[in-house]
């Protein structure tokens, strides 16, 4: 897995990692009992500060998804993956909802957006 932030972006770095962590354990990527980087290892791997990293792994830990084993590392944790499902769904339906309501203060189409949702849904299937 590849962990990658973008400077640019509103959302701070921390976030972007746990962002991107949670998504490889809804995704399966990331396994229940599965040792992630050192804080070392993801701040150099993700090219940020390691207080950055560690404030992250804190992020995830405190939502449940990891847990720190004392001299050990940072493991995913047995309910990891439904807690980052349930997390990124939330996210995702959010993002949706801020869409919605710019379509429909701009006059979009409804039933063109829906085809449009359902075009990329169909193409996603095909890969």
């Known amino acids: 897995m590849t962990y990658e932030f973008d400077p640019s972006a509103a959302t701070s770095p ?52 990891v847990e720190g084993r004392n001299g050990r590392g940072v493991f995913v944790t047995p309910e990891g993956p439904a807690i980052a499902r349930r997390l990124r769904f939330e996210s995702t339906l959010e993002e949706f909802r801020r869409a919605a309501r710019a379509a429909h203060r701009a ?9 449009w949702i359902d075009s990329l849904t169909s193409q996603e299937v095909e890969r």
Do not use: F, M
């Open 14 to 65: 921390s976030r972007q990692l746990v962002e991107a962590i949670l998504d490889g354990i809804a995704a399966g990527t990331l396994a229940p009992g599965e040792k992630l980087l050192s804080v070392r290892g993801l701040a150099a791997e993700a090219l940020v500060n390691p207080n950055t990293a560690a404030r992250c792994y804190r992020d995830l830990e405190a939502l449940g998804a």
């Open 107 to 115: 006059g979009h189409d409804p039933s063109a957006l829906l085809a």
